[in-house]
C-alpha cells in the first residue's frame, strides 16, 4: 500500500470515528467501546479492498461484510452513510421509532448491511454458510466477517472454525477484535481464550496476527489471506477498545456508555 493510500484511509477512519460518536451522541447512549475498535478496518474494506456497489446494495456479485458482533453496527452505519450507501442524515434517527439503523446490524432494515447479527456467535455462522453458497456456486466474492474476543468465548464460534476448515472455504476472511474487553470486563478475568492465532491454526484456520489501527498492516495480512487458496483465514487484530474517543479510549467499563452531544464535541475535538 503506498503512502497517499494509507493516509487517504487513516482520513475516512477519523471520519467514520466522528460519524459513530454523533450518531451515539443523538441517542444519548451506544456501544462506543466495540464500534471504535473496528473503525480502522471497515475504512480499509469499504474504500479499499470490498467490491461493493452503494447503488446496488444487494449486487449478486458484491464482496460481504458480516459483523457478527452486531452491537457495533453504529460504525458500520456511518462507514455505510460514508461510501454513500443511504443518506447521512439517517444516522441522527439510530435506534429511534421509525428507523432504519436499529442497535444491532439488520438487513432487512439497513440497505448495505448482508446480514442480520448481535446474538453473539450466529453471524459468525451465517459468514460461513454464505462462504460456502459461494463456493458451491462457484463465485469469486470474498466473504469478511468480524468476531469479538469476548464472542470468543461462544461455542458456537468454534463448532463454525471446525466446519469452516473441513469445507476448505478460501474465500472466507474473518477478524478477531482483539481488544481485551467484553461486557463485563477483561476477557483475561473473565474465560480467558490464551493465544488466539495458535487456536484458529489448531482448528486448521491460516492465522495471521496484526496491529488492527495500523491499516497499512492490515492490508498486507488480508493481501497474504487472499493468496491462501485452501483455507478459510482468520486475522487477530490487536485493537484498543475506544479508540479514538477519549472519553472511552483505556476506560474498563466502555462497553457501552450514556453520553450527550457536548460530549461527544469535546471528544472530536479531541481527536481533531
Known amino acids: 500500500m503506498d503512502k497517499d493510500t494509507e493516509n487517504n484511509l487513516k482520513a475516512k477512519a477519523k471520519e467514520i470515528r466522528i460519524m459513530t460518536i454523533e450518531e451515539m451522541a443523538t441517542l444519548g447512549t451506544g456501544h462506543i467501546g466495540g464500534a471504535m475498535s473496528i473503525v480502522d478496518l471497515l475504512a480499509l474494506l469499504y474504500f479499499h479492498r470490498m467490491k461493493v456497489d452503494p447503488k446496488n446494495p444487494r449486487w449478486e456479485d458484491r ?8 452491537h457495533s453496527g453504529p460504525a458500520v452505519y ?9 443518506p447521512k442524515d439517517w444516522l441522527l434517527t439510530l435506534n429511534k421509532g421509525g428507523t432504519s439503523l436499529p442497535s444491532h446490524c439488520d438487513r432487512n432494515k439497513t440497505p448495505g448491511i448482508d446480514m442480520t ?31 469479538g474476543d469476548g464472542e470468543s468465548n461462544e461455542g458456537q ?64 495480512a488480508i493481501e497474504k489471506a487472499l493468496a491462501e487458496k485452501e483455507k478459510p483465514s482468520m486475522i487477530v487484530m490487536n485493537t484498543i477498545k475506544g479508540k479514538g ?25 479531541a481527536m481533531n
Request: glycine fraction near 10%; hydrophobic fraction near 45%; include cysteine.
Open 63 to 70: 464482496d460481504q461484510l458480516v459483523v457478527s458482533k452486531g
Open 78 to 86: 456511518a462507514t455505510l452513510a460514508l461510501k454513500g450507501f443511504f
Open 117 to 147: 447479527t448481535g446474538s453473539l456467535g450466529q453471524g459468525f455462522s451465517a459468514a460461513i454458510g454464505i462462504a460456502l453458497g459461494l463456493k458451491m456456486d462457484k463465485k469469486s466474492s470474498t466473504v469478511y466477517t468480524i468476531i
Open 157 to 220: 464460534i468454534w463448532e463454525g472454525a471446525a466446519f469452516a476448515a473441513f469445507q476448505k472455504l478460501p474465500n472466507l476472511i474473518a477478524f478477531t477484535d482483539y481488544n481485551k474487553q467484553q461486557l463485563d470486563g477483561f476477557t483475561k478475568d473473565i474465560l480467558d481464550m490464551g493465544d488466539l492465532r495458535a487456536k484458529w491454526e489448531q482448528f486448521g484456520w491460516f492465522a495471521q496476527e496484526v496491529d488492527g489501527h495500523d491499516i497499512a498492516a492490515l492490508d498486507a
Open 245 to 269: 474517543c477519549n472519553f472511552a479510549e483505556g476506560v474498563e467499563k466502555n462497553h457501552s456508555m450514556v453520553f450527550d452531544m457536548e460530549k461527544a464535541k469535546e471528544a472530536i475535538a
